[in-house]
């Protein structure tokens, strides 16, 4: 029903910056909370960012506060993960993911559709 393509993912330095982007084909886009989570190698996914429907709430993993800002444009269906201060250990497939409720969410069982993935490596 929900179909998530991820993009900009790639090779960027340690402290550089990268804006990763999520393109929804769903009908009731700004009805669906969304999140990005990542998983690195050998390590379970993990939660990254959520955003509710509407773009007002945002909660974070602690490791990235600060320096990740997760928002969306609903007329575009479109939910963007802006990384800066790249550091190694954030290195790892990043994965868009909604869910049908317009609440934010931080557990991967609470979402119903997943994308592709998009590899984001950090060099040092």
């Known amino acids: 029903q929900v179909q998530l393509v991820e993009s900009g993912g790639g090779l960027v330095q340690a402290g550089g910056s990268l804006r990763l982007s999520c393109a929804a084909s769903?009908?009731?886009?700004?009805?669906?909370?969304m999140g990005w989570f990542r998983q690195a190698p050998g390590k379970e996914r993990e939660f990254v960012a959520t955003?509710?429907?509407?773009?007002?709430?945002?909660y974070y993993r602690d490791s990235v506060k600060g320096r990740f800002t997760i928002s969306r444009d609903n007329a575009k269906n479109t939910v963007y993960l802006q990384m800066n201060s790249l550091k190694p250990e954030d290195t790892a497939v990043y994965y868009c993911?909604?869910?049908?409720?317009?609440?934010?969410?931080?557990?991967?069982?609470?979402?119903?559709?997943w994308g592709q993935g998009t590899q984001v490596t950090v060099s040092s």
């Open positions: 769903g009908r009731t886009f700004s009805r669906y909370g």
């Open positions: 955003v509710s429907g509407g773009g007002s709430n945002t």
């Open positions: 993911a909604a869910r049908t409720y317009n609440t934010p969410a931080r557990e991967r069982y609470e979402y119903d559709y």
